[in-house]
């Protein structure tokens, strides 16, 4: 899935003229991005995908160029907030081995991650209000909802998701 999303990301930031100061990923054929990439540190990978994705939603959000630091700052500290919620849940588990009991609490767990992954969103769409207009907002995550609808596309099917789990709560 990572891999995936790193492909997904990577091939869509060529598309938008994103470029690191070194290099010039539209020049380069796809071999080469890839040697490029895979010489890059963990770390620098994820700050060129972080760029990437940074730089596909301000393109297609169309954020004033004022606005965009103040955006995309918030942006990235939603992303952060929502991925420590998720981190709160554990969906790698095969609800066949529960007990009645066991599953009741992981059921409740999930509804509780998922109110709080509500309630965050609800929080930053009012803050992210008040630098973009309603309309932005809601394309925002209409886009977030595509972009993971695109990513369940071309993800293979029956590979480590065997047992029919769900894997996000």
């Not at 998922?114 to 009012?126: C, E, H, V």
Request: net charge positive; glycine share 4%.
């Amino acid at each position: 899935m990572k891999k995936i999303l790193l492909a997904f990301l990577i091939i869509y930031g060529f598309g938008l003229n994103a470029q690191r100061s070194d290099y010039d990923w539209k020049k380069m054929d796809p071999k080469q991005r890839k040697e490029v990439i895979n010489n890059l540190s963990s770390e620098e990978r994820k700050d060129l995908l972080k760029k990437f994705r940074n730089n596909m939603i301000m393109d297609n959000l169309n954020v004033d160029p004022g606005d965009k630091a103040e955006f995309t700052q918030l942006y990235n500290e939603y992303l952060e907030s929502q991925k420590q919620i998720k981190s709160q849940f554990d969906p790698k588990f095969d609800p066949e081995t529960l007990s009645e009991d066991e599953a009741k609490v992981k059921l409740q767990q999930s509804f509780e991650v998922g109110q709080k992954l509500l309630d965050n969103r609800k929080k930053y769409a009012d803050k992210m209000q008040q630098v973009i207009p309603c309309q932005k907002v809601l394309k925002l995550f209409q886009s977030e909802g595509m972009m993971r609808d695109k990513m369940n596309e071309r993800k293979p099917h029956g590979n480590n998701n065997a047992s029919g789990t769900k894997q996000n709560p």
